[in-house]
C-alpha cells in the first residue's frame, strides 16, 4: 500500500527489535493476566497494524493453538514479518477497512495505533469483524522512565547532523501520527462509546535496565542494540549526505556501552514502559 510509516516515521529494525523486548517471553505472565483469553482453544486472533510483526510472533509463542492473522498499510512492515516469521498470516490492509467478513475473528489486538486512526472507524471495523463475544485488546505505551547513560547522551556529531537536516514535523501531521491519542480516562471510555462490553483495564510494567542482574547478557545487550539501531536508523531515514560522521558517532558510543557492559561497569541507564491494555467484549 506504501512505505510511509517504515521510511519517515518508524524504521523497521527500530519497531521489530524495540517490541522484540517488549514482548519477550519474561513479560508473558502480565500479559496473559491483562488479556484473560481463554486457554487451550483454537482462537482465530487479528492483530491490526502490526508493523514488523514483533507482537504477533509473541502471540503465537505464547497461544500456539491460535491462528494469528496480523494485517499493516505499510509494506515493507509486511514484507519483513513475512521474511521472519513463521506461522503467522501477515497482509497488506487498512485497520479502517479490514479485509474480513462480518463475526470472523474471536480476538482482535493492536499495539500503538489506535491513536492514529479516527476513533469510529478503529473500533467499528474491529467490532465488526469480532464474532458475538469476542475479545478486543487494545494495547498502548503510557508515560514511561527514560534515563540515559551518561556515555550515550547524544554526541557533538549528532546534534550537528540533526540541526543540518529539515524538521519532519509535517510528516507526523500529514500521516495523523498521534493526532488521536487518548488519556488513560478517555480510552476506556471511547470503547464504552463505540459499542463494547465488560471493558477493564490493565497495566504491564516493562523495564528494559541493561544493568540488572535479572536479566541474561544476552538480553542486556539486545537492549543496547536495540537503542544503537533507533539511533541510526533515524539518522539514515533522513537521506542525508552528512550523516556518515553522525552514524559513526553512534556506533562508537554504542561499542562503548557494550564494553562497560561486559567490564561489569554498571551504568544503570533504564527504559520502564508501562504497557495499558483497556479489553473489552462485543456483546
Ligand atoms: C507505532 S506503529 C506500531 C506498530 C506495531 N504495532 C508495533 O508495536 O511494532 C503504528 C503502526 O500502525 C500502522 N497503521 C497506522 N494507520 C493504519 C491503518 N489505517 N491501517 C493499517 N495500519 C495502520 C502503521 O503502518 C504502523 O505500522
Known sequence: MNNIWSDQIQGVMTLYLSRKLRFDDCFFAQYDRVFGLPENEELKILEIGCGPGALAEAMHRWYPRAQITAIDRDSSFIA???KTIKDVVFMEGDAAHLPFENDHFDVVISHTVQEHIEPAA????QRRVLKPGGICLCLSARKGIHCTAPCLEMTSEEKEFWESVPHTDDVLEKNNVGKYALSEAELPRSMEQNGFVDVTVGYCLID???DSPKYSSRMAETMIEAMRQNDLEAIQS???SAAK???DA???KYDLRIRLYRNGEKQWDTSIA???????RKG
Open 250 to 252: 553512534v556506533n562508537a
Open 238 to 240: 533522513m537521506h542525508s
Open 208 to 210: 528494559l535496565t541493561p
Open 80 to 82: 519483513f514479518a513475512e
Open 245 to 247: 560522521n553522525a552514524i
Open 122 to 125: 478503529f473500533w467499528n471495523e
Open 274 to 280: 508501562l504497557i495499558m491494555t483497556v479489553r473489552g
